[in-house]
Structures are given as C-alpha cells and as structure tokens.
C-alpha cells in the first residue's frame, strides 16, 4: 500500500475503491469482467454498513451504494443509464464539497 494510501480513511479508502468499480463499468460502457462485477457486489455490503451506521459519511455511502447498484443493473440490460448518470454527478458534487 502505498504512503498515500495509509494517509486515507477506511471510508475514503472504500470511496476509492467503489469509485474504481463505477468507473470500470461506465469506461466499458457497462461490459466487464466477473472480476470486475465481484468487486462491485463485494463493496455493497461494507457501503450498506457505513449507510446504516457512520453518521459522518452515510450521505456519499449511499451514493456510491446507489451508483454500483445502477451499473450492476445497466450491466445486466436493464435501461438506468440517465439514473446512474444523476447519481455520478452527485457523487462527483458530493466529494467537492467535502474537499
């Protein structure tokens, strides 16, 4: 792990890897591998946690939660491609304001 990891939060670190995931799915246009949609249901539940319960980050939990269920069910042929968009402006909103 590199210095700069260490310096992050377990929350930011998990933000990092989420928006990883969220950005695998919408750079191959929704076409990944199984590796790459395992991470992404391997991160819902650790972002359901931290939505149930760290008060100081649940609002972009859910965020994040919500944009790797919308590329999951994009991925999968299901038609939510202006949702997953709205939500990945807000994640983006979301992380500028807290920086």
């Excluded at 931290?50 to 939990?61: G, T």
């Excluded at 919308?70 to 807000?90: I, N, S, Y």
């Amino acid at each position: 792990m590199g210095a700069e990891m260490k310096k992050l939060t377990a929350q930011q670190r998990l933000f990092l890897r989420a928006g990883s995931v969220i950005n695998d799915f919408e750079r191959n246009n929704f076409k990944v591998s199984a590796d790459v949609a395992s991470r992404a249901e391997e991160l819902k539940p650790q972002l359901l946690y931290m939505v149930r319960y760290d008060k100081s980050f649940r609002f972009e939990a859910e965020l994040f939660l919500n944009g790797l269920v919308l590329a999951t069910k994009q991925a999968k042929g299901q038609d939510v491609l202006a949702e997953f968009k709205a939500v990945c402006e807000r994640i983006n909103a979301a992380l500028e304001a807290r920086c």
